[in-house]
């Protein structure tokens, strides 16, 4: 019994001795515990340096003693490689780490960059600790607590990662632009003392052949670290216009090799492909107010999203090069860098960019070559186009250095004279005249007082009463005259419907192929059968007119491969095979008789051709804009000089050295 008792008092002091451990713990634990309102005080102190974060201030208040000013000093060395951007930012949760006690807790703050509009930000989650000071609770500053795993004495920045910029290609695949060697040639504002830099600035456009007021007012107004580009020379060019300086004399004046989307040539298709450039401010504004009208699409980053456009970014300025822009241009990305004191640098974040997408055109390189080499040494405003009949794809548009810029092959409307002829004689032949037809061909002829005219050195052989494939040969004007009453104006206009002309091309840039006017009554009806009065077209749609003879069918013209199908409305009177042999032959008899000789021993296919003349202006004698069109096999030409002699003398050897080039190139 007394043994058992003994076993009882044991037993019951163990208990009391537990149950005083017990009791200890559970006070312990009780004064380690983080209230709610302790937490909710370290949260708010949290979410007032969040929220000075996202304004870029540091909010020292919210801040321990003795982090504050090194947070002040070391906060904006952190960031500043990410320029004025701005972050999101977000308190997560704030939470108690395990095995501290009651002094520390840990918020986790979500950092959101937007680094470049339309592209994913960076955005991680960075661990602020937060401890309870004799102040309260408060952030204790490190380098991490800004950007997640930062050291000491470590910075970040945003690099922009260019994309390829799309080629731009041609027939068959061939590239058209490409990256090629350029220098950048232009004031480094580093390198000259500010009371110097406008007059450097004034030199070195002198030097290179541009406006030097223009330029130096960019100058000075340039950050004095800032490279001011005056213009971009492919490697070996020299400036055109320049004054011969040395620009090793300039002070500032620098050069930036790199390379840049071009042509094989500076005028290669120029008004048609256009120019890349650094994007200007204008570009910049134009693409953030786009942006801005897409809303959350346009933030996705696709390339079927208008992503906005930044300094230094290269995009096409005009011609198909701006047109096409957004798909050309890719999507830029960006890298943010961690960068150690030594200067090694770590990727933190990447974006890759998306290269552009190539742009793929019915150009062919040798025949637009051929075609810019043939008109290089005309002065006045010229053009040559070409077209391929069986596809109706466009092979070249040159234009020449007298447009001094101007679209002349797709947007210059001229009177095409007796080139328009083709389509007079196609209403001549549905109205029942046939090429054996008889018609008086004389020196003159008059019409309500209006008196018309051959032009100057007709030949006098072939004057007289001559039939409609001579006068057609030979460009008699009053011989078709004559026949005005067998084709109306509106059958005349439908004949230039059906071989491609009244309806604007679907060719990716601005064109036009011209109109014929329905009505139209004696002398103005008159005019128009031999190409005059207000029939008005350019060289590109002459092309397409001899196009359509060549194919038998309307032509459509195309130039860009993956456009819209460019088909418009069916003419109302379609050309027929029938007609369009006849019109062949009266073209081929051009050729081997009548104004259009100068072709006949052009190597290759059998040339069909037509010769025009127009008179303009109010001067006496009036002057002539001169033209001439050819088919020679699967090739459609046409040819504009503003200003000419005549059609044989002065558009024809330019239309001979384009063929025979071709011809020899293949």
Not at 64 to 73: I, M
Not at 257 to 284: W, Y
Not at 614 to 641: C, K, N
Request: hydrophobic fraction near 40%.
């Amino acid at each position: 019994m007394t043994r058992l008792d003994h076993r009882s008092a044991a037993t019951k002091a163990a208990g009391l001795a537990l149950g005083a451990l017990t009791a200890s713990v559970a006070a312990l634990s009780a004064c380690s515990t983080i209230l709610p309102s302790e937490q909710d005080r370290a949260r708010d102190a949290v979410e007032r340096f969040a929220a000075g974060m996202a304004t870029g201030q540091v909010e020292t208040e919210s801040l321990t003693r003795d982090s504050r000013d090194r947070a002040a000093s070391e906060t904006p060395l952190i960031l500043a490689g990410l320029g004025d951007r701005r972050p999101g930012v977000a308190v997560v949760s704030v939470e108690r780490p395990v095995g501290d006690g009651v002094t520390r807790l840990d918020a986790q703050v979500r950092y959101t960059w937007q680094i470049r509009d339309g592209l994913p930000p960076w955005s991680y989650v960075a661990t602020v600790p937060v401890v309870r000071t004799d102040d309260g609770w408060r952030v204790r500053w490190t380098p991490s607590a800004v950007v997640l795993g930062l050291d000491a004495r470590q910075r970040v920045r945003a690099l922009r990662l260019a994309a390829p910029r799309g080629e731009v290609l041609g027939a068959g695949g061939q590239p058209l632009v490409v990256d090629r060697p350029v220098l950048r040639v232009g004031i480094d504002r580093a390198k000259v003392p500010a009371a110097e830099a406008a007059s450097s600035a004034r030199r070195l456009a002198a030097a290179v052949g541009i406006d030097p007021e223009p330029y130096a007012g960019r100058v000075t107004a340039a950050g004095l670290q800032a490279f001011v580009e005056a213009l971009v020379l492919r490697v070996g060019q020299d400036p055109e216009g320049g004054d011969g300086t040395d620009l090793s004399t300039i002070p500032g004046a620098s050069t930036i090799k790199e390379t840049r989307p071009l042509a094989p040539t500076p005028g290669f298709a120029s008004t048609i492909i256009g120019r890349v450039g650094p994007a200007t401010a204008e570009v910049v504004q134009h693409s953030q107010s786009l942006q801005g009208s897409q809303g959350s699409q346009g933030s996705q980053g696709s390339q079927g999203s208008q992503v906005a456009v930044s300094a230094g970014d290269l995009v096409g300025l005009d011609g198909l090069q701006a047109k096409r822009d957004a798909e050309l241009r890719g999507r830029a990305g960006y890298e943010i860098e961690r960068v150690h004191e030594n200067g090694v640098t770590e990727p933190l974040h990447t974006v890759k960019p998306e290269p552009g997408r190539p742009l793929r055109t019915t150009l062919d390189a040798t025949a637009q070559l051929a075609a810019e080499r043939a008109l290089a040494d005309v002065d006045p405003a010229a053009a040559v186009v070409a077209i391929q009949p069986s596809t109706g794809e466009v092979r070249a548009v040159a234009t020449g250095p007298g447009s001094k810029g101007a679209p002349t092959a797709t947007l210059g409307l001229y009177a095409p004279g007796s080139t328009f002829k083709v389509a007079t004689a196609l209403a001549l032949l549905r109205a029942g005249v046939t090429p054996e037809t008889t018609t008086p061909c004389s020196q003159r002829a008059t019409v309500d007082g209006r008196s018309f005219k051959n032009y100057d050195d007709y030949p006098a052989d072939r004057l007289g009463d001559i039939s409609l494939r001579t006068a057609f040969a030979s460009s008699c004007n009053t011989s078709l005259i004559s026949l005005r009453d067998k084709a109306t104006q509106q059958s005349l206009a439908d004949a230039a419907v059906a071989l491609g002309l009244g309806t604007d091309p679907a060719l990716g840039v601005p064109a036009s192929l011209g109109s014929v006017p329905r009505e139209a009554v004696g002398t103005e009806h008159a005019a128009s059968l031999i190409g005059q009065g207000k029939v008005q077209t350019t060289p590109l749609g002459m092309a397409t007119v001899v196009a359509s003879v060549a194919a038998g069918r309307v032509v459509r013209p195309r130039l860009v491969l993956d456009a819209p199908d460019p088909a418009g409305d069916a003419p109302r009177h379609p050309l027929t095979e029938t007609e369009a042999s006849a019109l062949r032959d009266l073209m081929r008899r051009t050729t081997t008789e009548g104004s259009g000789r100068l072709l006949a021993d052009v190597p290759g296919a059998p040339v069909l051709s037509k010769t025009g003349t127009a008179e303009y202006g109010s001067e006496a004698p009036p002057r002539t804009h001169a033209w001439m069109v050819a088919v020679q096999g699967d090739l459609a030409v046409a040819v504009f000089v503003e200003d000419g002699a005549g059609g044989a003398h002065t558009a024809g050897p330019v239309l001979e050295r384009f063929l025979v080039d071709v011809g020899a190139a293949r």
